[in-house]
């Protein structure tokens, strides 16, 4: 599941009564900040500053209050509004992997500033992965109270 707070606050349950888990598309949300790359080189050294650590500090507290209001707003759609929560199965995001995967190797592969993000993003990813299995795994499958 993915927001539960922000399709609450959007009003979802009133169209949908079914709220389907994992959200496949969104394993993490990267927040953006858009900034004239020419403007923020012209600001002194210390406002360039200001600007990031005010970007640094926005994606924290809204990444923050989503995860602290996730639960009371799921309490709410199931109980409030009665909403089903029902998960995907295996087959159909089995599937879905493939057709991303698919899809991001199609996009990757069309020029080579694609390809270096991808490839990047994949190393990473896949560091990452290694760690999430020996820490935030290791706590949801076999520590959690």
Not at 23 to 35: M, N, R, V
Not at 46 to 67: C, G, H, K, P, Y
Request: aromatic share 14%.
């Amino acid at each position: 599941m993915d927001w539960s707070y922000h399709d609450y606050k959007m009003g979802f349950y009133q169209i949908a009564k079914y709220y389907y888990s994992p959200g496949w598309h969104e394993a993490g949300t990267a927040l953006e900040i858009i900034i004239n790359k020419e403007r923020m080189e012209e600001l002194p050294t210390d406002l360039q500053a200001i600007v990031r650590t005010a970007a640094a500090r926005m994606n924290l507290w809204t990444l923050s209050e989503f995860e602290a209001k996730n639960g009371i707003y799921l309490d709410k759609l199931i109980n409030e509004e009665k909403v089903d929560i029902r998960k995907f199965s295996l087959e159909i995001l089995d599937q879905l992997r493939n057709y991303t995967k698919d899809i991001t190797e199609e996009l990757a592969s069309q020029d080579a500033f694609s390809r270096k993000i991808y490839d990047a993003y994949q190393g990473f990813r896949k560091q990452a992965t290694a760690w999430s299995k020996l820490s935030e795994k290791v706590y949801y499958n076999d520590l959690q109270i």
